[in-house]
């Protein structure tokens, strides 16, 4: 069990760097640039479906306060760091979501995006 969690991590680790490359790459705004690598940097920590799942409902408590609270209209650019984060831990939960398919601990849909690019990762290795 040691491998197969050194494994997943490993993956995982890979998907985060690449969405780093990603962000670093195609991402001009400075906001989102900062919610983009918080979200990513963010994820490392999380370990489980259930750590995901907890750290996303968060993210959107977050951006529904922000909402309500008429935040993201007087002050967008925080609005769009916030949204970026929450988009970036989506991102790697998607992929992560794809490996514990595999392993049976997962049985809802996946993207065809996350499967494409945990393909990629997987052959990579």
């Known amino acids: 069990m040691q491998m197969l969690t050194q494994s997943i991590e490993d993956f995982k680790n890979k998907v985060i760097e690449a969405g780093i490359a990603s962000v670093n790459t195609h991402e001009k705004r400075e906001e989102r640039i900062k919610g983009c690598l918080a979200g990513l940097e963010r994820c490392r920590a999380l370990n489980s479906m259930a750590d995901f799942e907890e750290c996303i409902a968060r993210c959107h408590e977050n951006e529904r306060a922000m909402i309500q609270s008429g935040a993201a209209h007087t002050d967008p650019k925080l609005y769009w760091e916030v949204r970026c984060e929450t988009a970036q831990v989506e991102f ?19 993207s065809a995006h996350a499967i494409l690019q945990a393909a990629r990762i997987l052959d990579s290795e």
Not at 92 to 110: A, D, H, N, T
Request: charged fraction near 20%.
């Open 92 to 110: 790697v939960f998607e992929r992560m979501k794809v490996i514990w398919k595999q392993l049976g601990l997962y049985s809802g849909p996946l």
